[in-house]
């Protein structure tokens, strides 16, 4: 007896043992029913409280991203001046110009609309492009058409480099605040596939893209501020005075430079053509001023020019060629060997706008466009 006694306690102790055994190790599943119960473990309530406190800081982090991307969007979208101020009113409706020219820097800073309105009698604008291949050329004009009515003569200015495309897109931040435009979003997307990720990451393209800090005239316009005016009827003058840069390159390159003609470009550019075509906008292809010294260093010249030729008469297009300039062989016209200054920028508006005038004075007399390209070839 004493025996079975001794086991019966020993049972005992057994199991309240294991009952405190099962309950200090219970499952995390009954933990968490435990929680939920009115008198949960104060640890656990800690460790809730903890995740829903991270989640409320990230929600609040995301909604800061969010509000500071409108701002900044929102703030350059505001602004009339500069290269911001040309896209904006591009996108608002409110150029409508009768001849618009279109180009890279070249054409940014070679065509004075004060001057092309004041001698030809009819309205004009300047959406040229700092570093602008022919493919981003044609993307801004498709978003100038988008939002303003037809021109009734384009000028599409040409580059020796006519016929490379784009590899990286100049400036992308001139861009960014438009991105959910498919006329800007679509072509960057096909030279840059990653560009979604400006449209769609707050911030992202003002963080990682914008190299000339944009964003901060962002905010800043947002509030009222506007930079000094820059850009005239879209024109953008260089100041600049001619400097040794040329002769430095002369000695980088004692062989001369060639430009590459890929297909890709020539097609992008049969693009540019077909698309006049088919809306039925005159225009004009010109080669503004270059620079006679840099004109003999470019070792396939001819051939581009060749090119040049061969697709203007395809599609019965005129083709001005100002490389025999009176002044190209003068340095104080130009601030480098690809592009005038504002004195040079003067002297070749007024030459191309009475050039101009004499092409609407044909299209009058003529009354069909095509006609007045064919006797300009």
Not at 83 to 92: A, F, T
Not at 208 to 228: H, K, N, Q, Y
Not at 304 to 313: G, N, Y
Request: aromatic content about 12%.
């Amino acid at each position: 007896m004493m025996h079975n006694g001794h086991s019966g306690a020993g049972a005992f102790v057994a199991l309240r043992t294991g009952i405190a055994a099962a309950q200090i190790t219970a499952s995390p599943e009954e933990d968490c029913i435990a929680a939920s119960e009115p008198h949960l473990d104060g640890g656990c309530r800690t460790a809730i409280t903890g995740v829903l406190r991270i989640a409320s800081f990230l929600v609040f982090v995301a909604v800061l991203l969010v509000a500071m991307h409108a701002v900044i969007t929102s703030g350059l979208r505001k602004l009339k001046t500069s290269q911001y101020g040309v896209s904006n009113r591009i996108i608002q409706g409110k150029v409508n110009a009768e001849i618009l020219v279109i180009g890279s820097s070249r054409a940014l800073s070679h065509y004075d609309p004060r001057i092309l309105q004041a001698l030809t009698g009819r309205t004009a604008f300047n959406i040229g492009r700092n570093g602008a291949q022919t493919d981003m050329q044609i993307s801004v004009l498709r978003f100038y058409l988008e939002h303003n009515v037809k021109p009734e003569l384009i000028i599409h200015n040409l580059d020796a480099f006519t016929f490379v495309t784009t590899r990286e897109v100049y400036d992308l931040a001139q861009y960014l605040p438009y991105l959910d435009d498919d006329a800007i979003y679509k072509p960057l997307q096909r030279i840059n596939p990653n560009i979604w990720k400006s449209r769609y990451l707050p911030l992202y393209g003002y963080v990682v893209e914008d190299m000339r800090l944009a964003w901060t005239g962002g905010i800043r316009a947002f509030f009222g501020w506007s930079p000094p005016e820059d850009f005239f009827l879209g024109f953008n003058p260089r100041a600049q005075e001619w400097t040794d840069d040329f002769e430095r390159f002369k000695q980088a390159n004692p062989h001369g430079i060639s430009w590459d003609i890929e297909p890709e470009g020539i097609r992008v550019f049969e693009n540019l053509l077909s698309l006049c075509q088919q809306r039925e906008l005159p225009l004009v292809l010109v080669y503004s001023p270059e620079y006679l010294a840099m004109q003999k260093m470019t070792n396939n010249r001819e051939e581009v020019f060749r090119k040049f030729t061969e697709l203007a008469q395809r599609y019965s297009v005129p083709l001005w060629d100002y490389s025999t300039w009176p002044y190209a062989a003068e340095t104080k016209y130009f601030t480098n060997s690809q592009h005038l200054n504002h004195y040079g920028a003067n002297v070749f508006s007024m030459d191309v706008a009475h050039r101009i005038s004499e092409y609407f004075r044909l299209t009058r007399m003529l009354k069909n466009y095509k006609q007045v390209t064919a006797k300009m070839l």
